[in-house]
């Protein structure tokens, strides 16, 4: 009996193949590739495979560091079922590797519990135990560097409520104004002004306008304006303090409520006297000049 296979060696030194009954021939077999060339003629069809040698493996794909991203998902909510998701960029081609983006999915933390912290009680604040009111950071040049306690500060102006006049009688020294300076919550340096219109009426007493803070006869004098001996003049008051005086000498200190009292003083000596009007006075004001 006849084999139906039939291996033909061709001139060239390739092979044919040929299966009779079904019509089937492989030509142009290689032996060394094992590449051949298939033609099917059964039930009267035909069909022509060339030959095929396998590719060279291709480049991998590519995920370049900018399209790789993740998005939060709330704490125990469910992730996508597709996790990351991935989204082709450039398909790529013949020598060109393919690039994708990833998203990755990413479920938050739950939250921890509440913290508990006092700003006064930390280690590199100074003054940690101070509580006034209105008192904050303050960086300075000693360690710590934190100094909590120095107040939040903004200077003040106040006046007073009534201008009083005064008459040829009442004393050598006279209250013209009082200007209260309420708790603060620094220490300040009241600036003082105040004019008014002084008229001797014997043409010999010389008086003066002073203010005096805290007491009103032994306050220590934070501004003066000197008047004339027997003239009538308007006296106009300068801020200040005695010179050599000390660098406590007219503080009011933090939290501490005090008056400063506006008076027309009789110079020493001289005992005429003399008359002031509210209509003649003015300016009488305190502004607060904070200080540390």
């Given at each position: 009996?006849?084999s139906?296979?039939?291996l033909?060696?061709?001139?060239?030194?390739?092979?044919?193949?040929?299966?009779?009954?079904v019509?089937?021939?492989?030509?142009?077999?290689?032996?060394?590739?094992?590449?051949?060339?298939?033609?099917?003629?059964?039930?009267?069809g035909f069909?022509?495979?060339?030959?095929?040698?396998?590719?060279?493996?291709?480049?991998?794909p590519?995920?370049?560091?900018?399209?790789?991203?993740?998005?939060?998902?709330?704490?125990?909510?469910?992730?996508p079922?597709?996790?990351?998701?991935?989204?082709?960029?450039?398909?790529?081609?013949?020598?060109?590797?393919?690039?994708?983006?990833?998203?990755?999915?990413?479920?938050?933390?739950?939250?921890?519990?509440?913290?508990?912290?006092?700003?006064?009680?930390?280690?590199?604040?100074?003054?940690?135990t101070?509580?006034?009111?209105?008192?904050?950071?303050?960086?300075?040049?000693?360690t710590?560097?934190?100094?909590?306690?120095f107040?939040?500060?903004?200077?003040?102006?106040?006046?007073?409520?009534?201008?009083?006049?005064?008459?040829t009688?009442?004393?050598?020294n006279?209250?013209?104004?009082?200007?209260?300076?309420?708790?603060?919550?620094?220490?300040?340096?009241?600036?003082?002004?105040?004019?008014?219109?002084?008229?001797?009426?014997?043409?010999?007493?010389?008086?003066?306008?002073?203010?005096?803070?805290?007491?009103?006869?032994?306050?220590?004098?934070i501004?003066?304006?000197?008047?004339?001996?027997?003239?009538?003049?308007?006296?106009?008051?300068?801020?200040?303090?005695?010179?050599?005086?000390?660098?406590?000498?007219?503080?009011?200190n933090?939290?501490?409520?005090?008056?400063?009292?506006?008076?027309?003083?009789?110079?020493?000596?001289t005992?005429?006297?003399?008359?002031?009007?509210?209509?003649t006075?003015?300016?009488?004001?305190?502004?607060?000049?904070?200080?540390?």
């Amino acid at each position: 009996m006849t084999s139906p296979v039939n291996l033909t060696t061709n001139p060239d030194g390739s092979q044919t193949l040929k299966v009779t009954g079904v019509d089937l021939t492989i030509d142009d077999i290689d032996p060394d590739t094992g590449t051949g060339s298939i033609t099917i003629t059964a039930a009267g069809g035909f069909a022509h495979l060339p030959n095929v040698l396998q590719g060279l493996p291709g480049l991998p794909p590519v995920f370049p560091a900018g399209q790789i991203t993740t998005t939060p998902v709330a704490h125990g909510t469910a992730l996508p079922a597709t996790n990351p998701a991935v989204t082709l960029i450039d398909p790529g081609g013949p020598g060109v590797a393919s690039q994708y983006g990833l998203e990755f999915f990413i479920n938050s933390g739950a939250d921890g519990n509440p913290g508990s912290f006092a700003l006064a009680a930390a280690a590199d604040v100074l003054e940690a135990t101070a509580t006034i009111l209105g008192q904050s950071l303050v960086v300075t040049q000693v360690t710590p560097s934190l100094q909590f306690g120095f107040a939040s500060q903004m200077g003040q102006v106040y006046y007073p409520s009534v201008i009083n006049s005064t008459g040829t009688s009442g004393g050598s020294n006279r209250t013209i104004a009082t200007v209260p300076i309420p708790s603060l919550v620094y220490a300040c340096k009241p600036i003082v002004s105040c004019q008014t219109l002084i008229t001797p009426t014997d043409g010999t007493a010389q008086v003066n306008l002073v203010a005096r803070l805290g007491n009103a006869t032994t306050g220590p004098i934070i501004g003066q304006g000197f008047g004339l001996p027997g003239q009538t003049c308007i006296v106009n008051i300068a801020f200040g303090v005695a010179a050599g005086s000390g660098a406590t000498v007219g503080v009011v200190n933090a939290a501490t409520p005090t008056n400063v009292y506006f008076n027309v003083e009789q110079v020493g000596g001289t005992t005429g006297a003399f008359t002031t009007a509210a209509a003649t006075t003015w300016g009488c004001g305190v502004a607060v000049f904070p200080i540390r």
